[in-house]
């Protein structure tokens, strides 16, 4: 009995020593197959990892080592076929999982990188990699909207982002934002404050920054369906930045003919920076004759950012016409998505009993640093910004709008704006009017 304990003792031993040995060996095999990936000699850690799994196919690590030595050395599809087979054998694993993803991302195959980035989202809905993965497609397929969504999540768990700061500078460049791009690019160089890319970017905002001032000249031309001669307009418009930018302001000058009779206005508009993502729109104006624009007006809006995505605003306008006066109250809606701004705007006019409300909905298609397409249509008591007393006549009416806003070499502004509207009494107006600027 006594030498069977010996026998049996004594064989755990060499089966102890030998699995310690190939224990040891693996370890030494995995450190050379990670070196050989680290220091980018691909060919040797497929080497290794090909030898390590002719004993034993089914070896979680040297698997993972393979596929990422094919992935490196875009062997692609070699590497999609390891990762496959692993899933079969960890179906929930979210290394595997991202992995995949990030292959199909240098493949530039969005739609399999962002389904393999949402599988992981479901698993573990907090994994930073599966976020910035996910934000990064969205961003590359340009889905701003989902861009900032995603990446705004990354940061209320870890502000200590800079790549993600970095993004959503980009993000706000593209929409023509240049002072919130600026912010999250000052953010990111703060961070990581040796990154080159970081602090070009700082630098590139900072010289959009100082474009503060801008002249614009604008044409309008409205014709009619009753023949009548048409109206004219000029306008002449400054903008600057006041003092610690604490707002932007417009200073324009009005001059309309209209039955042979020409009628002046002097205006100012502030956009006032508030409180955090909010500014208000603020509008002063005085005619001296008054014929056919208001004696005096002012308006007053607040603009509200909501997730970076959206935008509502409230507000108040007063016109005071030499025969009456009239009281508008406004608000609207908008949203991001993508490279496109939709938004609901709404009027209320008090004095119109059972026709006071109007709505005028328009969609933008943007480009680049504020260059926009648009189109719009609305319907009700006024859906139009009311200018001279006439507009403020009119009970209802449809209209149809169209035009674009483009900028050649940053700096040159043109824009051309139609739209068509019909009056409840059958009348039926066009309105053109091209706008040339520039800015410094």
Not at 10 to 38: C, G, P
Not at 172 to 188: M, V
Not at 358 to 367: K, T
């Amino acid at each position: 009995m006594k030498r069977y304990i010996i026998f049996i003792l004594i064989t755990l031993f060499l089966v102890t020593v030998s699995w310690l040995n190939t224990f040891a060996d693996d370890l030494d095999n995995k450190e050379k197959a990670l070196t050989a990936l680290k220091t980018k000699n691909y060919s040797k850690a497929i080497d290794i990892c090909l030898q390590q799994l002719r004993e034993n196919p089914q070896e979680y690590d040297f698997n993972l080592i393979l596929s990422k030595a094919y992935a490196f050395s875009r062997q692609w599809e070699k590497s999609l076929i390891i990762l496959n087979r692993m899933l079969k054998l960890y179906p929930d694993n979210t290394e595997v999982l991202l992995a995949q993803a990030r292959i199909y991302v240098w493949k530039k195959n969005y739609e399999q990188a962002g389904s393999k980035y949402t599988q992981v989202l479901a698993l573990e809905p907090q994994n930073i990699e599966a976020l910035k993965g996910a934000a990064e497609v969205a961003f590359w397929k340009k889905d701003f909207s989902r861009a900032i969504v995603l990446y705004q999540q990354i940061l209320q768990s870890n502000s200590n982002h800079p790549d993600v700061y970095y993004r959503l500078g980009l993000i706000w460049e593209s929409r023509g934002d240049y002072l919130q791009a600026r912010k999250y690019f000052k953010k990111a160089a703060h961070l990581d404050p040796e990154n080159k890319i970081y602090e070009h970017a700082l630098k590139r905002t900072n010289l959009v920054r100082k474009e503060t001032i801008a002249l614009w000249y604008q044409y309008r031309l409205e014709s009619f369906s009753d023949h009548r001669d048409n109206y004219l307009n000029h306008r002449f418009t400054l903008r600057f930045k006041a003092p610690s930018n604490l707002a932007t302001i417009f200073l324009s000058y009005d001059k309309t003919k209209r039955f042979n009779k020409w009628d002046t206005q002097y205006e100012i508009e502030l956009y006032p920076r508030l409180w955090r993502k909010a500014y208000a729109f603020l509008n002063f104006s005085y005619s001296h004759n008054a014929i056919y624009y208001p004696q005096t007006s002012y308006l007053g809006e607040v603009y509200q950012s909501l997730l970076s995505v959206a935008e509502i605003s409230a507000g108040y306008r007063r016109m005071n016409f030499k025969s009456k006066s009239v009281s508008i109250y406004l608000g609207s809606l908008g949203y991001y998505f993508g490279k496109y701004y939709s938004y609901l705007r709404l009027y209320y006019v008090p004095e119109e009993k059972g026709k006071s409300l109007s709505w005028l909905a328009n969609l933008r298609r943007y480009f680049s640093d504020g260059s926009y397409f648009f189109i719009g249509y609305g319907q009700g008591s006024k859906p139009f910004e009311i200018i001279t007393l006439e507009d403020a006549l009119i009970t209802q009416s449809r209209v149809f709008l169209t035009g674009f806003d483009y900028y050649f070499l940053r700096k040159i502004k043109l824009q051309f704006y139609f739209s068509h509207r019909r009056e409840n009494n059958g009348l039926k107006r066009n309105v053109f009017f091209a706008i040339v600027g520039y800015r410094w």
